[in-house]
């Protein structure tokens, strides 16, 4: 035996911690299996996907060029533009909030209970907030703009605390030795710091409260997810494949902007 | 483009030279951006005196949730277990099947650049496609039920962790892959044993982050059709049986913050 095999024998032998874990995975794993009943696939299925893929291959392009209100291009835009009102909504309504939220600014007790109340925001699923605001404001793409604020609001003001929470306060007693006014200190001395990471966070969750438009719709909150629902069950699939075409390419662009915006606002 | 149009203003310092200063570019941003909300508030029929008339019925919906029906949670366990299984299965599975499509998408492993192309696009497309969309489209395929939902899940795995993990095969250090090709191991081989162990706690994070997240997507699969706890809730949501969605939030809440807790306990533990 010689000096490199002494040293590979030396290395401490994590093997049965690995081995419990990965039995313990597979316990989990098989346990599982018994939830695939695969009695419900039936005969058709496979027809059904060969249609899938014709559609895709062979879109309805008039309808995917149509800029009428029926059409996939007005529908787009209408799942942007409830997007966008939606994160900005929800961004104005997630500062008080992270603010009210972080630890710095207000006492304890006030940020633990404001905490708990986002904890609770967030893990409601999106589409229960749709059904609640359905009845609320009826169906179509106002619905979808309340509900996109609200669920934006918990990860906002997380990440917004996160900030806030960082904040650089020397700068503050420095403008306080120059004499600087509460408001020029609020000017010059926060809002430099926070712009930049609260633009950058508030264009990530645009990206992602754009997927969340694309599917609200099956609720009947506006955008593109009804018209997707109806082509499907009516077994439309040239349709189908068209909008999710123009889904894709739009979800895809916007990733892209959102990279590359997010890249230039964070390394100035 | 924006600097010929508003040109740079001259400033004269005290010694003599000129300095130029490039024009402030928020004005422009705040006009789009207001543009934006204006041309969205049309396109959306955004009504603020209808919130202000009707912003009451969501709270008296809350309200009716509070107490929640304590009767209603036996029927549940059996669809939060549902729920629970199709994402460990669909977690479980993508992320296993994300390793070879993740080896093949990285460009410092396979030098043949239409397979990194085809890999990556093919990851892109699959990560774009909304979970509840491609819930819907397994839905027609392998009929209503949880292999449906589990189908969605694991291609969603396999989009996130494929992507992620594909990044860091790329800033792994080559030194150790290029030292066992020289040695004549085979490009699998030395990738198992070079590139493999410095991305596993990473891979490992990375799919119960996603498992976390696969929870919550899965609560919410039921609407569709794809099995889970959410069928329930949109039954109860529909019946307005406000006092059972209320059971079955509370139930969900738990629920997730039992298993981040689990999972974020792993997580600290592999980095």
Redesign the interface.
Known sequence: MNAIEKQLYAKPSKNSYIYVISAVLLGLMIWSLFVIDFGSMEESGWAIAKNILLGIVTPDLDFLLDFTTQGVMYLLVETIAIAFLGTILGAMLAIPFAFLSASNVVPKPVAFITRLLLIFIRTVPSLVYGLMFVRVAGQGPFTGVLTIALISIGMLAKLFVDAIEDLDTSIFESMTSIGCTTFEKIRFGIVPQLIAIFLSIGIYRFDMNLREASILGLVGAGGIGAPLIFAMNAYRWNEVGSILIGLVILILIVELWSNYMRNKLVRG | MFDKIFPPKQVVLPNGKTVSEKRSRTPLIFVT?LI??Y???R?????FS??AK??H??FA?INEMIPPKWEYLPHLWQPL??T???S??GS?LGSLVAVPIAYLAASNIVKNKVIVMVARIFL??LR???T??SA??AT?????????G?IAIFLFTLAYVGKLLYEQIENASMGAFEAMESIGITRIQAFRYAIFPQVLPNYLSTSLFCFEGNV?YA??LG??GA?GI?LL??EG?GWRDYAS?GMI?LM??IT??LIETVSEYFRKKLI
């Open positions: 951006v934006a909300v041309l969205s508030i396109f959306t029929n955004f009504e209808l919130l009707r912003g019925e969501f919906i277990l549902d629970i299984m199709m460990i299965l479980v892109s497309i774009t496609m909304p509840l969309v819907l489209i027609f395929i392998f009929g209503l039920g949880t292999l449906a589990t919550r609560a919410i609407y569709v099995g959410g809730l949109d949501l969605v939030l969900l809440a997730v913050f």
